[in-house]
């Protein structure tokens, strides 16, 4: 079982930025991609960013330049910086993590963890 826990969500201004982490932990032997995603108020589930565990990275157009996502692979833990924030970025954020766990690939989600961004 793994377990995702999300942190450094909240209320910012628009311009304003946050800083999300998201720990990893349970019974697994490794962690292999790891990203963000995000779902906006009536919206679907959509891709931010993610990262290899060689630290390979890949975003969404409109968080290019923007966000920035990296990894502790020693911690666990990823992490997702967020600059210049727009209103349209208000969205429930959710880590996603591909973990081994006795050497059967898995995929897990974390709760979840809410960024408002008012104008």
């Known amino acids: 079982q793994v377990q995702l826990v999300e942190s450094g969500g909240g209320l910012v201004q628009a311009g304003g930025s946050l800083r999300l982490s998201c720990a990893a932990s349970?019974?697994?032997?490794?962690?292999?991609?790891m990203g963000w995603y995000r779902q906006p108020p009536g919206k679907q589930r959509e891709m931010v960013a993610t990262i290899t565990r060689a630290g390979n990275t890949n975003y969404a157009d409109s968080m290019k330049g923007r966000f920035t996502i990296s990894r502790d692979n020693a911690k666990n833990t990823v992490y997702l910086q967020m600059n210049s924030l727009r209103p349209e970025d208000t969205a429930v954020y959710y880590c996603?993590?591909?973990?081994?766990?006795?050497?059967?690939?898995?995929?897990?989600w974390g709760q979840g963890t809410l960024v408002t961004v008012s104008s």
């Open positions: 349970g019974r697994f032997s490794s962690i292999n991609a």
């Open positions: 996603n993590a591909w973990t081994v766990v006795v050497g059967i690939t898995t995929n897990a």
